[in-house]
Structures are given as structure tokens and as C-alpha cells.
């Protein structure tokens, strides 16, 4: 039971350090080849990949919260409440996923796989399929920087610094419309 509740203290102590935004401690905390995935949206392979993620999220001031862990063998359980200004930008307040699972090896985290509710997945597409063009003809430079030539993503501090306030003047001129 002992080495179950270090486990559940390993949570804490990433939840700490993922809300002060101290990204290089994040990191001694997952192996080298340390997944991190939101089922059906992203997934992130090794640990330069899964840096950028935690990256983003200082860009976009998240906060997380880990509630009803549990805690079998070297996996854990929950469920994850998130604040962040992105989120706050298109309208959510907190986000709630459905699950939130982590795998770890040798006392660092090998994987974490979160599941965010489907009508919160429709959502955000929606406000995406919305913006998006919006962005690429209003600040196409900016898209340019923000988004691969493949339309993806790219996931790092400065353009999660950078979504927020696009996504706001985004959401104002559509109040206004």
C-alpha cells in the first residue's frame, strides 16, 4: 500500500510543479521515452515532443487539477479539472476530462493518457473550424508561425502565448457581428 500512496504523491508533486509553470522539473519527472496523449486529438512521443505540450501550457497560464486518483500497482487514475486562458478565451471556464491515466517506470512517469468528453471535443472543433480561417486571412503571418504547412498545430511557448489573445479579438468581432 506504501508504494501505491508514492505513486499518488508523484501526482501531487507533478501537479505542483505543472501549476508553477516549471517546466525543466516537469520534465526530470518522465523517461526518455515518455508518451503523452489526448485520446483522439494529440499524441506525443518522447520526451522533447512531450516538453513542448508543457511548454504550450505556460503559454496559456494552465492550471490543472488531479482529483478521485487511484492508485493499482504503477498506474494511476483520475481525473483532471483545467484552467487556462485559452479555455477562458472560446468560453470554458474549466475543462473536465473524462479520464486521466498514468503509467510509470522506475518512479518516473512513463505515459499519460487523458480522455476529454465528447461534447467538449465538438466544441472546441467547432470554435476551431470557426477561427482558423478568421486567423489565416485576418493574421496569416501569424498563422504561418502558429501552424505547420499540414494545418497542425505546433505546440510550444510561444504560441500558446500567442492563441490567447488572437482567439479573444477572434471572439470579440464575432459579439459584434
Known amino acids: 500500500m506504501k508504494k501505491n500512496m508514492n505513486f499518488l504523491n508523484l501526482v501531487e508533486s507533478?501537479?505542483?510543479a505543472v501549476n508553477q509553470h516549471h517546466?525543466?522539473?516537469v520534465m526530470t519527472m518522465f523517461t526518455e521515452?515518455?508518451?503523452f496523449e489526448i485520446v483522439g486529438l494529440s499524441k506525443f512521443s518522447g520526451k522533447k515532443?512531450?516538453?513542448?505540450?508543457?511548454?504550450?501550457?505556460v503559454g496559456v497560464n494552465t492550471q490543472l487539477q488531479f482529483i478521485n486518483?487511484?492508485?493499482?500497482?504503477?498506474?494511476?487514475r483520475c481525473q483532471i479539472l483545467e484552467r487556462n486562458d485559452r479555455l477562458d478565451a472560446i468560453g470554458i471556464s474549466e475543462l473536465k476530462y473524462s479520464s486521466c491515466t498514468f503509467v510509470f517506470k522506475d518512479r518516473l512517469i512513463q505515459s499519460i493518457t487523458a480522455e476529454i468528453p465528447p461534447e467538449s471535443v465538438r466544441y472546441n472543433s467547432e470554435v476551431w473550424q470557426k477561427?482558423?480561417?478568421?486567423?489565416?486571412e485576418n493574421y496569416p503571418d501569424k498563422y504561418s508561425t502558429m501552424f505547420t504547412s499540414e494545418g497542425r498545430f505546433i505546440y510550444n511557448r510561444e504560441n500558446g502565448a500567442h492563441i490567447v489573445p488572437m482567439l479573444r479579438k477572434w471572439r470579440e468581432e464575432q459579439e459584434i457581428k
Open 49 to 57: 515532443q512531450v516538453k513542448n505540450i508543457f511548454e504550450y501550457d
Open 33 to 35: 521515452d515518455a508518451e
Open 69 to 76: 486518483c487511484k492508485s493499482e500497482g504503477n498506474i494511476v
Open 14 to 16: 507533478f501537479q505542483k
Open 23 to 25: 517546466v525543466d522539473k
Open 131 to 136: 477561427f482558423l480561417p478568421w486567423l489565416s
